[in-house]
């Protein structure tokens, strides 16, 4: 068995109901030069990847311009910013699930591969920020999940070996990144799955060695 000291969440789709906000503020922008991702394959192939990654992507597969990565980059995150401030607000279930881990002793951090400054900002809206020890995006690594190097920053600043945290995470490539970094892993489908009564089955769980 193995004392599990920490909880490490990914954000969107996990504590924060924001993947629809992603995909709608990308095609907006995307809208402007006639390109578009279906939904399909925002959830067989681009959901959870940062909006960077997505649009090297779109000129690989479709020709898309790499000079407008830049200008389509930072409309999207504008579009972005725009949702937080309108949909962004407090979860009861989340508010209570972080502040009873923190009374149980337990670290805790959000490791997200969007903007930090977009971290931040939804972080602050839903009232989380208090309960984390710190918060990882994808400007504090050189490769973003599916890459587990964003779960391997996280568990060497929190001082710990990765089979002492537990990661939540809700998408292939987040869950691809906490496994390869070698920490236990809570596999959600929503963000209603966050609670802390199913957080504390899973860390009993991987307290065992059985996630």
Known sequence: ????????????????????????????????????????????????????????????ERGMPRRLHKFINELKQQYT???????????????????????????????????????????????????????????????AKPDPEIYQTAVSRLGLSPRECMVVEDNHNGIQAARSAGTHVMEVSTVYDVNYANIKKHLVMAAEDRI
Not at 37 to 59: A, F, Q
Request: glycine letters at 4%; proline letters at 2%; charged letters at 25%.
């Open 1 to 60: 068995m193995s004392e599990i000291k920490a909880v490490i969440f990914d954000m969107d789709g996990v504590l924060i109901d924001a993947k629809e906000w992603h995909y709608e503020a990308l095609n907006r922008a995307l809208a402007l030069f006639g390109y578009e991702i279906s939904r399909y394959d925002h959830l067989v192939t681009y959901d959870g990847l940062p909006t960077s990654k997505k649009l090297e992507m779109l000129s690989m």
């Open 81 to 143: 910013v725009d949702k937080i401030f309108t949909d962004c607000r407090p979860v009861f279930a989340h508010e209570y699930a972080l502040a009873k881990l923190r009374e149980d002793g337990y670290h805790i951090a959000v490791a997200s591969n969007s903007v930090r400054h977009t971290i931040e900002l939804m972080m602050e809206k839903s009232n989380l920020l208090p309960y984390l020890d710190f918060f990882l995006s994808n400007q504090d690594v050189v490769k």
